[in-house]
């Protein structure tokens, strides 16, 4: 699907993703680290003959640059985990400062329009994870697309890229509180209640979910 200079390319296999996406993926890995892994794992599957339990698919936004050339805007992958289905994740190489209104609405438009003539299910769009003004833009032209409105505008879960570099590092002791103590060890089956208690404990803050208590 196009529009002008806007480009929106799905693939319904990980190996049919192009091999430029992949290495705009790769070239960005901090950025797509909840798209490249599974869509590496993805690739070995099928390499193997092996598919997925339940449709997955990658959604590639492209448009010309001041080239002329065609690039990669956005990523967007509807994948499966062992448990279940992944959230929508969103992926860009593109800095924040170039992510404006005028050049985000019009992509997301697209991407939603060709999301609209898959077999994909409404309900399977129940969470979008990305940077912030790829998920806002999205979630507010699919709900002009198909009625269904977000849950609340404040985000769910918000997190930060963030880094160090040699000349920022400064190292300190693992313990920085006295009433801590630290055993760097695998874990084992004997961990598994006080692990299932902080798991509980992170997924309990969201409103949205009922959690049963381990």
Request: net charge positive; charged share 15%; hydrophobic share 40%.
């Amino acid at each position: 699907m196009s529009s002008n200079h806007i480009q929106v390319a799905i693939f319904d296999h990980a190996n049919a993703v192009p091999p430029h996406v992949l290495t705009a993926l790769e070239k960005n890995e901090p950025n797509a680290n909840c798209i490249l892994p599974t869509l590496q794992k993805s690739r070995q599957l099928e390499s193997s003959g092996q598919r997925p339990p339940r449709r997955q698919m990658w959604v590639v936004c492209s448009s010309k640059n001041s080239a002329g050339q065609m690039m990669v805007d956005f990523v967007l992958s509807i994948t499966e985990g062992n448990i279940d289905s992944y959230p929508l994740f969103f992926s860009t190489s593109l800095p924040v400062r170039q992510l404006t209104q005028d050049f985000v609405v019009p992509r997301m438009q697209e991407i939603v329009k060709a999301l609209a003539n898959t077999s994909i299910p409404v309900e399977r769009v129940y969470a979008v994870y990305g940077p912030d003004t790829l998920a806002k833009v999205f979630a507010k032209c699919w709900t002009t697309a198909t009625g269904v409105a977000n849950l609340s505008n404040a985000p769910y879960y918000a997190a930060k890229l963030s880094f160090c570099t040699r000349g920022s590092f400064r190292d300190r002791p693992v313990n920085i509180r006295g009433d801590f103590t630290f055993e760097i060890r695998p874990a084992n089956v004997n961990d598994i209640p006080q692990i299932a208690q902080c798991n509980y404990g992170f997924a309990a803050d969201g409103a949205s979910f009922h959690m049963i208590a381990p």
